[in-house]
């Protein structure tokens, strides 16, 4: 069955190219040109990957962002912007989008974000656990046959790409990984491609399961940092 895509665009020439050429990749898609029908869809219909546009009429794409997110929703979405101000790319992934790029951009480079995020999103991550279905972290646990996270036996809400992140640095306890490392690995980007994503994406995804899991996210106990090298999860206190 073909993968659907929602695009939210208000540049019909955008959506249109954009539409199209999703189809020959050989998605199904539904192009709305408002935040607010774009909301409505996105809360109503399943959908693999949403591809949002920041600056829409009647509901801007931050709003319909923090909304699916609100409502548990955790397919995947990739903001597009043709904003160059750091803050907005970096407010976007807060609220929990999963990666974002800048217009103008290529069909390539598109397509290839898509096609890493969808893949990591429908389970094809490699990151099941193999062992065993507990792995215990300091205060956190995780349940890997229920996808469940407790800390201090209080359930998590995780976002899947939250998840599959902590999985993958709990499976490897106290190994340094590069940002690049990262986004190969949990995002499923290839860095052999010039279109592997941006490592600063890594940083807020940390930040916001740090924000989650750690009981002092301004100083982590569990996640930490090396500086120049990468991240890595500690297992002890």
């Given at each position: 069955?073909?993968?659907?895509?929602?695009?939210?665009?208000d540049?019909?020439?955008?959506?249109?190219?954009?539409?199209?050429n999703?189809k020959?990749e050989?998605?199904e898609c539904?192009?709305v040109?408002?935040?607010?029908?774009g909301l409505?869809?996105?809360?109503?219909?399943?959908?693999?990957?949403i591809?949002?546009?920041?600056?829409l009429?009647?509901?801007?794409g931050?709003?319909?962002?923090?909304?699916?997110?609100?409502?548990?929703?955790?397919t995947?979405?990739i903001?597009l912007?043709?904003r160059g101000?750091?803050?907005d790319?970096?407010?976007g992934?807060?609220l929990?989008?999963?990666d974002?790029?800048?217009?103008p951009?290529?069909?390539?480079e598109?397509?290839?974000?898509?096609?890493?995020?969808?893949?990591?999103?429908?389970?094809?991550?490699?990151?099941?656990d193999q062992?065993?279905?507990?792995?215990k972290?300091?205060s956190v646990?995780i349940?890997c046959e229920k996808?469940?996270i407790?800390?201090?036996?209080?359930s998590?809400e995780?976002?899947?790409?939250?998840y599959?992140?902590?999985?993958?640095?709990?499976k490897?306890?106290n190994?340094?990984f590069?940002?690049e490392e990262?986004?190969?690995?949990?995002?499923?980007?290839?860095i052999g491609?010039?279109?592997?994503?941006?490592?600063?994406?890594?940083d807020?995804?940390?930040?916001?399961?740090r924000?989650?899991i750690?009981d002092d996210?301004?100083n982590?106990k569990?996640?930490?940092?090396?500086?120049g090298?990468?991240?890595?999860l500690?297992?002890?206190?």
């Open positions: 069955m073909a993968k659907k895509l929602l695009i939210v665009e540049d019909k020439n955008i959506s249109y190219i954009i539409a199209e999703a020959i050989g998605y539904d192009a040109y408002d935040g607010e029908e409505k869809k996105a809360l109503t219909n399943v959908y693999d990957l591809l949002l546009d920041l600056m009429p009647k509901i801007e931050f709003d319909i962002c923090r909304q699916i997110r609100k409502e548990k929703i955790s995947p979405v903001i912007t043709a101000e750091e803050v790319k970096i407010l992934l807060e929990g989008a999963d974002y790029i800048t217009k951009f290529s069909r390539r598109l397509f290839a974000r898509v096609k890493a995020n969808i893949r990591r999103s429908s389970g094809d991550s490699g990151l099941s062992n065993g279905n507990i792995i972290i300091q646990v349940d996808y469940k407790e800390k201090n036996n209080i998590v995780l976002s899947k790409l939250e599959d992140l902590l999985l993958f640095l709990a490897n306890p190994k340094i590069p940002r990262l986004l190969k690995n949990v995002w499923k980007y290839d491609d010039d279109f592997y994503g941006d490592p600063r994406t890594v807020v995804t940390i930040n916001r399961l924000n989650k750690e996210s301004a982590p569990i996640i930490q940092n090396k500086r090298m990468g991240y890595y500690t297992d002890s206190d």
